[in-house]
């Protein structure tokens, strides 16, 4: 008797992908949609939120201004209002930031390993809470002591009369510089994870990392000495110990067994 099953499986179907679990590219695109809107919703209800609260974030920005006895002007009618605005929006990312690398982290989690996720999670940890360091730094050390030393260049006849838009890109170039110098030990660790550089070479050659810090210190702070020493002294003192974090990790990591 002639056995048909090997007939029978030919005709029958491939399974379909979305019973697999699978996610075709229509539906990561979709997903990839989702994301971007949920992330743009979640700015919008930030800086909605936070513009109630624009009048005392307003004096908080000028604070340092004012301890060293100086007012803020607007020079345009509108500018208050603008200025506010810009003030909820910026305010409004820093709060709701978390949640976007969290929603993108959960786009890109589908495709990452096991180990790998073990990895992502605690390197999107660390890299929130570096850049926040690096922000509450920059406003509560670097800003005051900045403000105060430029101010003191001023004579008797030569008063400031500060803006607030002026004053205000001043401050958010200084901590969207101090925040993202304080990524550098992530970006240490990566390459030596990957093997591009290894913690001897790393510690080695500390000077030419000395002299890379202080080249975008004097590019990302205003030019004079004491704000370039200010963020290159902490960046470097970061650089040190994200070598010695790096020795650790890729010593653990040549141990047998750990590559199991």
Partial sequence: MTDRRPADTALTPPP????????????????????????LVAAAAGAAACWFFSARLLDLLVRPLRLAGQNVYFQQPAEAFVMRLKLAGAAG?????????????RFVL????????RVVTPVLTATVLLFYTGVAFAYVVMVPKVVAFMLGFGTAYMKPLIGIGPYFSFVARLCLAF????????????????GL???GQLWRGWRYALLIILFFSAV???????????????VMLLYLGSVGVAHVVTRRRRLPGDGE
């Fill in 16 to 39: 379909d992908p979305a019973a697999r679990g699978e996610m075709t590219l229509l539906d990561h695109l979709e997903e990839l949609r989702s994301v971007v809107l949920q992330s």
């Fill in 93 to 105: 990312l820093l709060l709701v930031a978390p949640f976007v690398l969290w929603r993108v982290y």
């Fill in 110 to 117: 589908p495709g990452l390993y096991r180990h790998e996720r």
């Fill in 179 to 194: 925040g993202l110098m304080f990524e550098l030990p992530l970006v240490v660790l990566a390459f030596s994870l990957m």
């Fill in 197 to 199: 550089v290894t913690p």
């Fill in 220 to 234: 990302l702070t205003p030019p004079d000495v004491l704000s370039q020493l200010m963020m290159a002294g902490p």
